[in-house]
């Protein structure tokens, strides 16, 4: 495991973001990352890129909590509600931002060359210079530090609804 990878687990496990180290079989949407129930799953030996498990535990720190036992597989065909999800991946990208910006580890660990098809770069620029997307989410979310404000949360895992 690399020191990335451990530096990260050891952030989930402190914000008590369920997480599972196993072996995963067949074709994932990342590479060694596979949500099942709520649970993010995790073979090291398939996980291509660090920053991946951040991307995904943002799914579900984010997630509507009545609805976070639902992640399971791809998100986009799990049969939850479709119009709440596209807010819902903007706010996981603020959210792994602000997660490795609080674990002090380098943008470029999630925003990685091979991700994001191909926009990884100008998400890196967006979320360094205070720009990026997905953050009046996690202000209606009461998310971040309400006095240092984004990238600095106090609540890593949403604990209630939109209304």
Do not use: Q
């Amino acid at each position: 495991m690399c020191n990335d990878t451990a530096i990260i687990l050891d952030f989930l496990t402190e914000i008590e973001l369920p997480f599972c180290l196993t072996s995963i079989e067949g074709k994932t949407f990342l590479p060694g990352l596979k949500l099942e129930k709520g649970v993010l799953n995790i073979d090291l030996e398939r996980l291509l890129y660090p920053g991946d498990i951040l991307h995904e535990a943002g799914h579900v720190a984010v997630c509507e909590p009545t609805e976070r036992h639902l992640l399971s597989g791809d998100i986009y065909k799990s049969g939850r509600k479709e119009d709440w999800m596209h807010g819902e991946e903007m706010a996981a990208i603020a959210w792994s931002a602000a997660a490795i910006t609080h674990i002090g580890l380098p943008m470029a660990v999630v925003f990685h060359p091979y991700g994001y098809k191909g926009r990884s770069a100008h998400y890196k620029d967006l979320f360094e210079s205070g720009d990026g997307f997905g953050v009046p989410l996690l202000k209606l979310w009461d998310m971040p530090d309400p006095v240092r404000g984004y990238p600095y949360l106090t609540k890593w895992i949403r604990d209630h609804s939109w209304y």
